[in-house]
């Protein structure tokens, strides 16, 4: 009796623990509310909300609209990561009207989700997607300050379970919102995964947080990265960036 008194004990304690990680979520890109007219779009799900990223024009219509007018957004890419994410490249069908602002709005019975929202950290409260188009076109690539390099390991212990993380520096340089094409490559089995990863520092995050993330590390321990950068318009950086090598992070006791 004892025995199955602890069983239970560490079963409610595992159940308490996965509850800090949702089981639902949109995301979007860019993150702020004015944006250039050629700007591209990101749309991001998470968990059960992939399912909705996977068929996005399909069965989930998604568009921008302002009062009358709608504008169809076209898949680009799809990209699906290693733990609970997977992303959608978005860009607008037609042109964008300068000065007007848009909402971002998904059609469908979307399960969970039942309106696009953000959170807005200074008023504490969800609002709807919406952008504002400046009067200009971003036709600059990013650019590159040096070359890209590993900078430290990272393995935390969490309660819904590890954050890990390879931390490289980032060198680009860009008016605009950044995104990191990112290539992981298993040495040992040759496997590839592919994820647009968001950078407004001077750090890039390789690999997954506690809940979710686009890189796992479980084919293997060394690896092979490479990076591509670009703006929120698309352009690229002219630079190239070498490939790097890396072995993945161990968890060790401090």
Known sequence: MKGFLLLLIGLCSVISSYADCAVHGLDVFPKQKNIKQNSLFILEGYAWSQEVILKLNTIYPIYLESGNEKIKLQVL????GEFKLTQAILKPETDLKVGVEYTMRIDGDIPFDKELTRYNRERGEYEPVTYTVLAEKDLMAPVLEGQVKEVKKSFEM?????????IFSNPAKDDSELLVKTTVKSLKTGKKGTYYLQSDSDEINVGHGMCSGAFQFKEGNNYEVEFVFMDSAGNIADTKVDKIKFTKPKYSLK
Not at 77 to 80: A, S
Not at 158 to 166: A, F, L, M, Q, T
């Open 77 to 80: 890419e799809v990209c699906t």
């Open 158 to 166: 969490y309660g819904c379970g590890p954050s890990v993380n390879i």
